[in-house]
Nanobody, 118 residues
Framework: QVQLVESGGGLVQTGGSLRLSCAAS????????MGWFRQAPGKEREAVAT????????YVVDSLKGRFTISRDNAKNLVYLQMNNLKPEDTAVYYC???????????WGQGTQVTVSS
């Protein structure tokens, strides 16, 4: 089992930046992919970005490319989501999740709130 804890959320003005962090602990040797998801009020949870735990594979959804970047620090078991030029529509609870080789997104953090004011 992998435990995930997000941090770095907060209130920011339009055009500002935030960097979210996700700390993984537990069976980190099982990690295959890490991902960031978000859920805005009244909307379904949606994928934001994913990154393979080893290698160079990283993906950001098309609508967020150019503003959001996902990265990782394997030595510290951390995954980051750098968010630039934030917009009010980015307001949501952001979740970190992980999956191993054979499962879907099985481990989730508690979420961190990001609020972008206009």
């Amino acid at each position: 089992q992998v435990q995930l804890v997000e941090s770095g959320g907060g209130l920011v003005q339009t055009g500002g930046s935030l960097r979210l962090s996700c700390a993984a602990s537990g069976r980190t040797s099982d990690l295959y992919y890490m991902g960031w998801f978000r859920q805005a009020p009244g909307k379904e949870r949606e994928a934001v970005a994913t990154i393979k735990w080893t290698g160079d594979s990283a993906y950001v959804v098309d609508s967020l490319k150019g503003r959001f970047t996902i990265s990782r620090d394997n030595a510290k078991n951390l995954v980051y989501l750098q968010m630039n030029n934030l917009k009010p529509e980015d307001t949501a609870v952001y979740y970190c999740a992980s999956r191993n080789l054979v499962s879907t997104w099985g481990s989730w953090g508690q979420g961190t709130q990001v609020t972008v004011s206009s």
